[in-house]
């Protein structure tokens, strides 16, 4: 079965941190993707990456960056943690020719206190 | 932009029942349409998709959609629920000039009652 995996459930982090979130694919597939999900505002794209090492801005890269440095992981790096970053992150892969996220991970909750 | 609309937050539901979730969408080309499926403690999953041809789509676990553009709508339809159709739904639109750019809905929150 496709899996798509993040490295933790849950996250506790302090503001000022260095954060990384990561993701990994077993699929191959060329395009991966990270989200927030938060109450009310549903999903909103944080970046997205089409192949190693590219990446694209999404509706809201601030205050995030991220790393592709093999084709299965796309990691999410918060610089410099802040309270209004607590949130569920979602990460997503699709297929080269797949226009839209096909198979997401189980979600990281981060509480930037 | 573009935009989505789930008008409603929350609806309840008895099972066997009939569902009907509402999405409106602003776009200024053809839309690229999707419902996601959200059940508890997953991750999203792909009910069905639309990019051109039939209006009418069938999606998996028994979900249809129809897109009807004189309405911008693309509401999403199940004949009779099963308590397992509890989740969160996420409607999305996209386009072929922001390819992957997905904008979602926020959300309507399911609830089947015995």
């Known amino acids: 079965d496709v899996k798509v995996t993040q490295s933790s459930r849950y996250l506790v982090k302090r503001t000022g941190e260095k954060v990384f979130l990561e993701c990994v694919q077993d699929?191959?597939?060329?395009?991966m993707f990270w989200y927030r999900q938060d109450p009310g505002l549903g999903l909103r794209l944080i970046y997205f990456?089409?192949?190693?090492?590219?990446?694209e801005k999404g509706d809201i890269p601030e205050g995030y960056s991220v790393s592709r440095e093999k084709k299965e992981r796309f990691s999410l790096i918060l610089e410099s943690a802040s309270t209004n970053q607590t949130s569920m992150y979602l990460c997503?892969?699709?297929f080269g020719t797949g226009y839209q996220p096909q198979h997401f991970g189980d979600g990281t909750r981060l509480s930037i206190l | 932009a573009q935009s989505v609309t789930q008008p409603d937050i929350h609806i309840t539901v008895s099972e066997g029942a009939s569902l009907e979730l509402r999405c409106n969408y602003s776009?200024?080309?053809?839309?690229?349409l999707f419902w996601y499926v959200q059940s508890p403690g997953q991750g999203l999953q792909l009910l069905l998709k639309?990019?051109?041809?039939?209006?009418l789509v069938q999606g998996i676990k028994g979900f249809e959609a129809e897109f009807k553009r004189s309405q911008s709508s693309f509401n999403l339809r199940k004949p009779s629920v099963h308590w397992s159709d509890a989740a969160e739904y996420f409607c999305?639109?996209?386009?072929?000039?922001?390819?992957?750019?997905?904008?979602f809905g926020a959300g309507t929150q399911v609830v089947v009652t015995p």
């Open positions: 997503a892969s699709s």
């Open positions: 699929m191959d597939h060329e395009n």
């Open positions: 990456s089409y192949d190693v090492k590219m990446k």
């Open positions: 776009y200024g080309a053809t839309p690229y």
């Open positions: 639309y990019f051109s041809g039939d209006t």
């Open positions: 999305a639109v996209g386009g072929s000039d922001s390819w992957g750019k997905l904008q």
